[in-house]
Nanobody, 127 residues
Framework: QVPLVESGGGQVQVGASLRLSCRPS????????MAWFRQAPGKEREFVAA????????YYADSIKGRFTISGERAENTVHLQMTRLRPEDTAVYSC????????????????????WGRGTQVTVDS
């Protein structure tokens, strides 16, 4: 069973907005932080945004800062990614991740700190 399930992807035009959501597939799930990563064709998976449950601090990649916003509901271990002013270079598979160990709080942008992942949802931005 995939631990996290994403939804909200789609195909849109430049400048449009999309809202991605991620929820755990099991009720018994806990984490210290959750994040969004993305992978474009032929490229490495890259960090997009993270949310710490300890203090609700948020972290963003420079490429999306000011355009994307991460939010979530701690009690439900659910996170969202509001994406605005989308660009063709935002086209990618967006995956949700959760870090169940406290070390994720010190490496929130690092893929290796996240041990639960979803399958991802496709976002395509047409020019």
């Amino acid at each position: 069973q995939v631990p996290l399930v994403e939804s909200g992807g789609g195909q849109v035009q430049v400048g449009a907005s999309l809202r991605l959501s991620c929820r755990p597939s099991a009720e018994t799930f806990s984490s210290y932080a959750m994040a969004w990563f993305r992978q474009a064709p032929g490229k490495e998976r890259e960090f997009v945004a993270a949310l710490s449950w300890r203090d609700f601090d948020t972290y963003y990649a420079d490429s999306i800062k000011g355009r994307f916003t991460i939010s979530g509901e701690r009690a439900e271990n659910t996170v969202h990614l509001q994406m605005t002013r989308l660009r063709p270079e935002d086209t990618a598979v967006y995956s949700c991740a959760a870090g169940s160990g406290v070390s994720v709080l010190y490496g929130r942008t690092q893929r290796a700190e996240y041990d639960e992942w979803g399958r991802g949802t496709q976002v395509t931005v047409d020019s």
